[in-house]
């Protein structure tokens, strides 16, 4: 069963200069992922993100965000910004 869940991820202590959706990616291929909105700073980056596939993926591969150091928000209610 395809699902969606919309997160505000937050990436500090470095983790803003590494490829961690790169990484989320090779390893849940069956997770699609849509930035909405972003933005990095020099200590910070802060991203609005769309995540779209079988729901065990979807959940695994935020886990796994969270395992490299991600902080993973949903974003209550609404929705992200359109575009």
């Known amino acids: 069963m395809q699902t969606q869940r919309k997160c505000w991820l ?4 470095g983790r803003q200069n590494e ?3 790169w990484k989320m990616t090779r ?4 997770v699609m ?3 909405r909105q972003a933005s990095v700073q020099k200590d910070i980056g802060i991203m609005a993100v ?3 596939g ?3 993926d ?7 965000l969270v395992e490299l150091g991600v902080k993973v ?8 910004v359109a575009g």
């Not at 390893?27 to 069956?30: A, G, I, L, V």
């Open 33 to 35: 992922f849509d930035i």
């Open 73 to 80: 928000d949903p974003v209550e209610g609404g929705s992200l």
């Open 27 to 30: 390893k849940y291929p069956d």
């Open 10 to 13: 937050t990436f500090e202590s």
């Open 19 to 21: 490829p961690c959706l």
């Open 58 to 64: 979807v959940d695994a591969a935020l886990a796994y």
């Open 54 to 56: 079988p729901e065990a």
């Open 50 to 52: 769309l995540f779209t």
